[in-house]
């Protein structure tokens, strides 16, 4: 497998946006028989999205929300889906959603990075970029267990300030610009 099928980016637009839920309503509607409400909360209006495509189709996604400010700044990974019969065959899909959530993170110079993880393979992953379990007790819901994560970012060096012709652009635009030149 070849990491280079698989590439992500912002949802810039509401076609885009669409295919995104169609992807979660696949995932978490169909296969894991959550309901449309719980799935659609409201959240999607205040968050980022990526858009996962393997071999040019879009086939992930998952939500980015900030909420906090305070303390290096907190955000939530969540929402993160990858069509069946991709995840099953392209490892590479869920990493590529992480590496740029984690990029998000940083050129938003954001320290605290909060999740849950339902399906223990996702946990080793977590694991892998430095998540941990908190130690909180697991949330139930809906026949669901689901165990907090937390993964904190180390900065070595001071984050690299955005110019003010970046600041003004929109954050995909700027996120796209920023992810080719690493």
């Known amino acids: 497998m070849q990491t280079s099928e698989t590439s992500v980016s ?13 992807i979660r309503r ?34 992930g996604t998952m939500r980015l929300r900030i909420v906090s400010g305070s303390e290096g700044g907190t955000i939530i990974w969540e929402r993160m ?4 019969d ?20 940083d050129i938003m110079g ?7 993880v339902e399906n223990p393979k996702l946990m080793r992953f977590w694991q892998i970029y430095g998540g941990k379990e908190t130690g909180e ?3 139930e819901f809906r026949g669901h267990t689901y165990r907090p994560i937390r993964l904190t970012i180390q900065r070595d060096e001071p984050q ?20 080719k030149n690493t």
């Open 110 to 116: 954001l320290k605290n990075v909060i999740g849950i």
């Open 10 to 22: 912002m949802i810039k637009d509401l076609s885009e946006m669409q295919i995104a839920h169609d």
């Open 86 to 105: 991709a995840r099953e065959r392209n490892p590479w899909i869920f990493r590529a959603l992480m590496n740029s959530a984690r990029h998000y993170t």
């Open 26 to 59: 696949q995932v978490f509607v169909i296969e894991g028989e959550e309901s449309e409400d719980v799935e659609f909360d409201g959240n999607d209006f205040c968050a980022a999205h990526l858009l996962a495509y393997w071999k040019g189709e879009p086939v």
């Open 137 to 139: 007790e697991p949330l």
């Open 160 to 179: 690299e300030e955005l110019t003010l012709r970046q600041a003004i652009m929109a954050v995909p635009e700027v996120f796209d610009e920023t992810r």
């Open 81 to 84: 889906a990858i069509l069946k």
